[in-house]
């Protein structure tokens, strides 16, 4: 079973940036498109930035400009480097393939105070 585990989260200002990170499990990673999403409470969960097999970026309009995604396919691990933070970021961040499936991992919390 694939398994996810993120990593990175915390507690900054508004203005500041934080580096996520997920390990992933399973010997198909090079091959998937993988994302990161989040949750915000009382709300749905989201893709905020997805990376495909080849490199291929794309980002919801909401952290376009602030937000990178990358890989590496030899770790098995897909990070998120985000920059000038914003309050309404603050969220459990979590991986998984695009289109997820239904492993989710713990995922890790970040939150952005004013």
């Known amino acids: 079973q694939v398994q996810f585990v993120e990593s990175g989260g915390g507690l900054v200002q508004a203005g500041g940036s934080l580096r996520l990170s997920c390990a992933a499990s399973?010997?198909?990673?090079?091959?998937?498109?993988m994302g990161w999403y989040r949750q915000a409470p009382g709300k749905q969960r989201e893709l905020v930035a997805q990376i495909s097999s080849a490199g291929s970026s794309n980002y919801a309009d909401s952290v376009k400009g602030r937000f990178t995604i990358s890989r590496d396919n030899a770790k098995r691990t897909v990070y998120l480097q985000m920059n000038s933070l914003k309050p309404e970021d603050t969220a459990v961040y979590y991986c998984n393939r695009v289109p997820w499936i239904s492993s989710w991992g713990q995922g890790t919390q970040v939150t952005v105070s004013s």
């Open positions: 399973g010997s198909t990673f090079s091959l998937r498109t």
